[in-house]
């Protein structure tokens, strides 16, 4: 029957301790035995580590090729999309209809490119620790309600997406 480390670890500690207070010197080789085995446990559990961790490492490798692969097949479906964008526009097609998916041009909602920080008033900026950013949802809400645009701001209205249902 195998020994658990931790049972050979008390027994070590037990043994070590009667040996300690024996009023005569006995022979030490019973603790000696047990810490062989300790060290043989050890080792064993030392190789265990070691395959996990270059498993983890292993599966680190992977992670990171999958998700270069995965950013590689998002890539190239963006650029599909806008292929497909483009000749729709082109050709005047605002929506097709097929037997798997209805693919339409679709206009985007209004988005905001900032063209000089410095003029956005302070109600439209938002902290950021150590610096600040143009608080882009608050600009499209006062376009929305005002339909102007926020000093130092322009608003992009024809802007399109592709929507594949």
Same mark, same amino acid.
């Given at each position: 029957?195998?020994?658990?480390?931790?049972?050979?670890?008390? $027994?070590?500690?037990?043994?070590?301790?009667?040996?300690? =207070?024996?009023e005569e010197e006995l022979p030490r080789d019973a603790l000696d035995a047990i810490k062989v085995k300790i060290g043989?446990?050890?080792?064993?559990?030392?190789? +265990?580590?070691? %395959?996990?961790?270059? /498993? %983890?490492?292993?599966?680190?490798?992977? +992670?990171?090729?999958?998700?270069?692969? %995965?950013?590689?097949?998002?890539?190239?479906?963006?650029?599909?999309?806008?292929?497909?964008?483009?000749?729709?526009?082109?050709?005047?097609?605002?929506?097709?209809?097929g037997n798997l998916f209805t693919i339409s041009v679709r206009p985007c909602p209004p988005s905001v490119e900032v063209?000089?920080?410095?003029?956005?008033?302070? =109600?439209?900026?938002?902290?950021?620790?150590?610096?600040?950013?143009?608080?882009?949802?608050?600009?499209?809400?006062?376009?929305?309600? $005002? $339909? /102007?645009?926020?000093?130092? $701001?322009?608003?992009?209205?024809?802007?399109?997406?592709?929507?594949?249902?």
């Amino acid at each position: 029957m195998e020994e658990k480390l931790y049972k050979l670890a008390d $027994t070590y500690k037990w043994l070590e301790k009667v040996l300690d =207070e024996a009023e005569e010197e006995l022979p030490r080789d019973a603790l000696d035995a047990i810490k062989v085995k300790i060290g043989d446990k050890a080792e064993n559990i030392a190789k +265990i580590v070691r %395959s996990y961790e270059a /498993e %983890s490492e292993a599966v680190e490798g992977e +992670i990171d090729r999958l998700v270069k692969r %995965s950013k590689t097949l998002l890539n190239k479906a963006g650029w599909l999309k806008g292929y497909l964008l483009q000749e729709m526009m082109v050709s005047g097609i605002e929506r097709l209809k097929g037997n798997l998916f209805t693919i339409s041009v679709r206009p985007c909602p209004p988005s905001v490119e900032v063209i000089n920080e410095d003029e956005i008033p302070q =109600e439209y900026r938002r902290v950021v620790p150590e610096t600040w950013q143009p608080d882009k949802k608050a600009i499209i809400d006062h376009f929305k309600e $005002t $339909t /102007e645009a926020v000093p130092g $701001t322009k608003i992009i209205k024809d802007k399109k997406t592709l929507q594949i249902r």
